[in-house]
T-cell receptor, first 113, second 115 residues
Framework: NAGVTQTPKFQVLKTGQSMTLQCAQD?????MYWYRQDPGMGLRLIYY?????TTDKGEVPNGYNVSRLNKREFSLRLESAAPSQTSVYFC??????WGDGYTFGSGTRLTVV | AQSVTQLGSHVSVSEGALVLLRCNYS??????LFWYVQYPNQGLQLLLK??????LVKGINGFEAEFKKSETSFHLTKPSAHMSDAAEYFC?????????????FGDGTTLTVKP
């Protein structure tokens, strides 16, 4: 079982460049999430999708956009990368949302120089 | 708004000793609570969850946690630490009925196990 697959695993960008982080799950989960992890700050929610066709802002959405392409895929786009977006990005999914807990991908380590 | 506080960013125990990782939550309604473990360079893995059934919850790898409403706590314990338990642990809270079951995470506690 693949679970949640994130690509790429590592990326270095120059300030101002754009890129899309890809996430796909094969568990038929309804809800999907993007978090960023920074040292000593836990995980902060960027965007989430309660179900196919819907997306909503989380705690730190500025500088990001998302697309719920279908039930399986949820991508995160950085239009103009900034050094403050250097972080580890995690995609997660949940079957129903409430009470399920998340299944996480292995993360994308992004460095913006 | 929901929030989680993990007391102690670093905890060190000897192999075979009791593990106690502390988590206090704030929520306007009875919450759902979770503990996750993260090994180096990996994603988070669900250890256990509380969803208003039994207050003592057992999880994987011998961990358990007790929900105490009066103390707004959900501390994680393991009777005997193993070297393989060394990792970072995150407590998370989710309000039932919150759109999409969004979770708020604590800042994490790094567990070190000494031989």
């Amino acid at each position: 079982n693949a679970g949640v697959t994130q690509t790429p695993k590592f990326q270095v960008l120059k300030t101002g460049q754009s890129m899309t982080l890809q996430c796909a799950q094969d568990m038929n989960h309804n809800s999907m999430y993007w978090y960023r992890q920074d040292p000593g700050m836990g995980l902060r929610l960027i965007y989430y999708s309660a179900s196919e066709g819907t997306t909503d802002k989380g705690e730190v959405p500025n500088g990001y956009n998302v697309s719920r392409l279908n039930k399986r895929e949820f991508s995160l786009r950085l239009e103009s990368a900034a050094p403050s977006q250097t972080s580890v990005y995690f995609c997660a999914s949940s079957e129903k949302g409430w009470g399920d807990g998340y299944t996480f991908g292995s993360g994308t380590r992004l460095t913006v120089v | 708004a929901q929030s989680v506080t993990q007391l102690g960013s670093h905890v060190s125990v000897s192999e075979g000793a009791l593990v106690l990782l502390r988590c206090n939550y704030s929520s306007s309604v009875p919450p759902y609570l979770f503990w996750y473990v993260q090994y180096p360079n990996q994603g988070l893995q669900l250890l256990l969850k509380y969803t208003s059934a039994a207050t003592l919850v057992k999880g994987i790898n011998g961990f358990e946690a007790e929900f105490k409403k009066s103390e707004t706590s959900f501390h994680l314990t393991k009777p005997s630490a193993h070297m393989s338990d060394a990792a970072e642990y995150f407590c998370a809270v989710s309000d039932p009925g919150t759109n999409a079951g969004k979770s708020t995470f604590g800042d994490g506690t790094t567990l070190t196990v000494k031989p």
